[in-house]
């Protein structure tokens, strides 16, 4: 309900900027972090904008969900590992959790702003898309700023290293053996060891 007000009073944003900008032909530009056009409101937008007659150019970056977990040196696919990505929001139409794929041991799930649910979608990974308990977890805090930490666990312990670690949006969950590929026992020291790394693990 909270981000649909959000949006509402935003569209009401919309509606006063252009009555007042556009018959001045002035050029704007609507910067937005995160991704918009991925679980967020790009399209809804643009639409919006379009009955004032104005036709947005859209200029695209690259997804959270792809960069975010490279970034901690977790590669999305990797030959032999994994041959199939899926994207999952953390919060369906009125606020529901989203129906869950079937395990396949070579696929990534990437969840984004999912970790205010992280106990809850674990468990239901679990029991309801026979996930095992020993599948590997991360999850990516603060992609890209100075601050980035990344937290490794299993289906069974992430909950819980994320709590321990107080773990906090924006935060990107990857799901999957690729977790592990790349990372090495040196990461695991709670320091900078590499630019953008701060990797804790427990258990």
């Known amino acids: 309900m909270y981000s649909w007000i959000c949006f509402f009073l935003f569209v009401s944003l919309i509606d006063r900027l252009y009555k007042n900008v556009n018959p001045h032909n002035f050029v704007t530009c609507n910067g937005m972090a995160g991704d918009p056009f991925v679980f967020g409101r790009g399209g809804e937008e643009v639409l919006e904008f379009r009955k004032f007659g104005v036709e947005p150019t859209v200029v ?29 929001t ?24 999912a970790v205010g649910r992280l106990r809850e979608l674990c468990e239901k990974m679990v029991t309801l898309a026979n996930y095992p308990m020993q599948t590997p977890v991360g999850i990516v805090e603060r992609a890209g700023c100075p601050d980035q930490r990344t937290v490794v666990g299993t289906m069974e312990n992430i909950a819980d290293l994320a709590e ?32 953008h790394m701060d990797v804790m693990e427990a258990g």
């Open 164 to 195: 321990k670690y107080n773990v906090r949006p924006p935060s990107t969950i990857v799901v999957g053996d690729v977790v592990n590929v790349l990372l090495t026992e040196g990461d695991f020291v709670g320091e900078m060891k590499r630019p």
């Open 90 to 113: 953390g919060y369906g139409r009125n606020n529901t959790s989203p129906d869950l794929i079937q395990y396949h041991k070579e696929q990534t799930v990437v969840f984004l702003m």
């Open 60 to 88: 695209p970056g690259v997804s959270a969900a792809f960069s975010a977990p490279l970034l901690a040196s977790i590669p999305v696919t990797h030959r032999s590992i994994s041959n199939q990505v899926v994207m999952c």
